[in-house]
């Protein structure tokens, strides 16, 4: 397969005027040549040869109609990539297809608890997780991971329950810190889920993209109960990078949850674009090779990283990232302040996810993305370095 991960940049800065032309938010919402952009999850490289194929055939036979060709083979097809992958079979009755992993998050909060409820958020954590939770007027309940190693304590989670607790709503593999959570700590949210009766929103969207030496494991493969107790959703997004095409698989175990969703009027779901279906389809049936190219090109990518933070920016604190392409880093020892990513910005032209934006204990964070060239990433490394010598 033809295909060259690292893209190296030419002299004449050939990919940042590509990467720069482009409409997407990730380069286009801070304007500016002087910038470099890693902040939002969406990755530099191309999308998947395969996916971009599928669209590109639909354009050609001009097939703008109403379209279930492929939204209806998508069930089986997300079953048979999560038992390839992942060793988990779901039932294709129990997959519900929506617009995007959000959409379904908000709904299920929306139907399933009510304002002034307790939703429990493992932090430092994704921001639409905590825009989930405090617009719909339910409350926040913080229960942080232990910052040595970024691990889920049982006895923490433990002590954040109360009265007025619902759900729990989380990351696996968890975003910003990459943690692949392991089969004990999962067990732990699954136990204290099954004691208070709590539903267990699982955004299991970066589950593809793990490193040497980790494992995605289903939050329903835990156990029976824990089956029982969820909503697990995924997609193709991430890891294929396909996030602007809107296309989202939701297993629900939670037989009360399945029927809140089967009460809704029939559009409320929302529905696939024939395009979000026809990419991840494509994705899942024939998208592995392809990711299993990407995967490398990411590894090496935050190993890169970690070696030149290690040599040249020692002040930086990060713990190595089991999954996802991104790096939590913490700047909190370079005087930088505790809003780091607007410093860097103004003074470096580098544009972060500022830490704060993922809960209080993010100040002095930021959050990297490494999805991008080696030539990109080095020059991004090159301002920081240079920014925090003077």
């Not at 002095?364 to 080095?378: F, H």
């Amino acid at each position: 397969m033809a295909m060259n991960p690292d893209m190296a940049t030419t002299s004449d800065g050939a990919e940042l005027s590509r990467l720069r032309s482009l409409t997407g938010i990730k380069w286009s919402r801070d304007p500016g040549d002087h910038l470099l952009a890693a902040w939002v999850a969406d990755m530099d490289l191309a999308p998947a040869p395969v996916a971009v194929e599928a669209v590109q055939a639909l354009v050609d036979r001009r097939d703008f109609g109403y379209n279930r060709h492929a939204s209806a083979q998508l069930p089986a097809a997300f079953s048979d990539w999560q038992h390839e992958n992942h060793g988990w079979k779901p039932d294709e009755e129990d997959l519900l297809p929506f617009s995007d992993v959000l959409h379904a998050i908000d709904m299920a909060l929306w139907m399933h608890t009510k304002p002034g409820d307790g939703i429990v958020l493992f932090t430092p954590i994704y921001p639409p997780f905590i825009r989930a939770v405090e617009h719909g007027d339910r409350r926040l309940i913080d229960c942080p991971l232990d910052p040595d190693g970024w691990r889920l304590n049982r006895s923490t989670l433990e002590a954040c329950i109360d009265h007025t607790t619902t759900a729990i709503l989380m990351c696996n593999p968890h975003n910003p810190t990459g943690r692949a959570f392991d089969r004990e700590e999962l067990t732990a949210v699954a136990e204290v889920a099954e004691a208070n009766d709590l539903l267990v929103i699982s955004d299991e969207i970066w589950g593809d993209l793990t490193h040497p030496g980790a494992t995605h494991i289903p939050f329903p493969t835990i156990s029976a109960a824990a089956d029982a107790r969820s909503l697990t959703i995924s997609a193709a997004s991430k890891a294929f990078n396909l996030a602007g095409l809107r296309s989202a698989m939701a297993y629900v175990g939670h037989k009360d949850l399945a029927a809140q969703f089967e009460a809704l009027p029939s559009h409320a779901r929302g529905g696939l674009s024939t395009p979000g279906a026809e990419s991840a389809l494509a994705c899942w049936t024939r998208g592995g090779p392809w990711l299993d190219e990407i995967r490398t090109h990411l590894t090496a990518q935050r190993d890169h990283l970690a070696g030149r933070l290690a040599a040249d920016l020692p002040q930086v604190g990060f713990q190595l990232p089991e999954a996802t392409y991104l790096m939590w880093l913490d700047l909190n020892q370079t005087g930088l302040g505790p809003d780091p990513a607007t410093v860097i910005k103004e003074k470096a032209g580098v544009v972060l996810s500022p830490g704060e934006d993922f809960g209080h204990r993010g100040d002095g964070w930021v959050r990297l993305n490494v999805a991008t060239s080696r030539d990109i990433l080095d020059q991004i490394l090159d301002r920081l370095v240079k920014l925090l010598a003077s």
